[in-house]
Every structure is written in C-alpha cells, then in structure tokens.
C-alpha cells in the first residue's frame, strides 16, 4: 500500500481539536471525510500532532496509506475539493517509504503564538491571536523564556489532563520578538507536553505586564507544581508552524 505524507494548514476555530471525537466536529474527521469522498475508502488519518480545541495550524503533518497509487497534486486537489467549505486545506502530498510516520519520526516540532498588544478589539485577528490590553516588555518575556530553554521537569507546565509518560522534555528554544503591536513567542522542540506553549505564554505575559521577574518562572519551574504556573494562554494564538523530520 503506497503511503502519503501530507502537509495542512487549518483554522482550528470551528473544531474540537485534531483528534476525531464524540463531541464535535474534528479536523482529522473531516480530512477522513474527505478522503473517502475522494477514494471512497475509510483511511485512518494519523497526524504529526494533537492540537486542541480552537489551535491551529500552518504545518500540520499527517500521514496515510492508500491501496493504489495516486498522483500527488490529484490527491492533494481532489481531497480540498471534499473538504469544502470547512477551514482545512492539504498543502502539499509526496510519497514516502512505508517505514515513515507522522508522529514517530519527527524529529522537531515548531509553534507560534500571537499575541496583538493594543487597545482597540479585534477585527481581522479575532479568534487568530489573543488580544492583550495592557503594555508587554517583550524583550522581559525573552529574557525569562531563557530560563525554560534546556532539558527540564515541565510539571508546572503541563495539563493534568497530560497523558505524557514522562514530564521531563527538552526545550531547543524560546524567542520572544514584538513586530510593532503583535509579539510572536516561537517554541522548538522534538516534542511538548499538553498545554505547554499555552502554559509558557501565560506566565511570560506575566513577566510582559511586570507582575513576574525572570527568578519567578524559574522559581515556577523548579516548584514541578502545576498550582506555581501562570494562567493558561487561550487557543486562539497558538499555531503549529511546521513539523521538522530528517
């Protein structure tokens, strides 16, 4: 069975999450639907990722085996076309060796979370970043993102809902940048704990608005204590950028 990856961008908005569920539309039933609408075969849609209820993604990867081969771009343009109207969209498909898999052989996941700092609402960015009233220093929020950066125990960090093994992760890097009313924070890693960006980003708006220093996320960090952790960034900022594999 020849097996394709697949590259999609979603408005996670409309969903509850990528993972098929019982209580609501999801973006791996729908990219389901799809395929069989286009092939009119059921074919499991297995995904780099679980992103939540209301994140999206610019570079989601997921992978699937089909029983006959198939050009790429008619499988790519065939499934959008199934697809329509909701907010998903196959970027690109390739062929890959069978041994390949979505989640398992990544190697990297980048994500990105928006943050519009400004007092006016949100217009064309309304469920696409989370809106902050209230002044951030964004290069505070980098230098105590530093402190997050390396090999940790993240159990401040991580959702008690998280199904991780382990809370021990490595964090390659945290940029913390502003482009003039929007500051983008860029988390890197071979993988994250559930809420873990989401936890990162909130209690770096709190160093942003002065209510933390730098030795406060690290004295959060050190506690391995969930009730240490900063209030939770929404979802509506949250991106997955891209999925690295070798």
């Not at 989401?198 to 960090?221: I, P």
């Amino acid at each position: 069975m020849p097996r394709y990856k697949l590259t999609i961008e979603y408005d996670g908005s409309p969903f509850v999450g990528w993972q098929s569920q019982t209580n609501g539309l999801s973006v791996q039933q729908v990219l389901e639907e799809g395929i069989k609408g286009f092939c009119g075969k059921d074919v499991k849609v297995n995904g780099a990722g679980r992103t939540d209820a209301g994140v999206h993604a610019l570079g989601q990867v997921a992978h699937i085996d089909l029983e006959t081969a198939v050009a790429c771009d008619t499988l790519r343009d065939a499934v959008n076309a199934h697809m329509r109207p909701h907010p998903v969209s196959i970027l690109g498909a390739e062929e890959v060796p069978e041994a390949f898999e979505a989640r398992f052989s990544a190697i990297r996941r980048h994500y990105m979370y928006r943050i519009v700092n400004r007092r006016a609402p949100l217009t064309l960015d309304r469920g696409q970043a989370w809106l902050v009233h209230k002044p951030l220093d964004a290069d505070a929020m980098h230098a105590a993102a530093q402190t997050l950066v390396g090999r940790h125990d993240f159990t401040t960090f991580r959702s008690v809902q998280c199904q991780a093994k382990s809370p021990v992760k490595t964090v390659d890097e945290i940029s913390v940048a502003r482009y003039a009313d929007e500051i983008e924070v860029i988390c890197r890693a071979r993988s994250f704990l559930h809420n873990q960006v989401r936890s990162f980003v909130g209690t770096l708006k709190q160093v942003g608005e002065g209510k933390w220093t730098q030795r406060d996320v690290g004295k959060a960090l050190a506690a391995k204590d969930r009730a240490a952790c900063g209030p939770v960034a929404p979802p509506d900022g949250l991106y997955l950028l891209q999925v690295d594999y070798e």
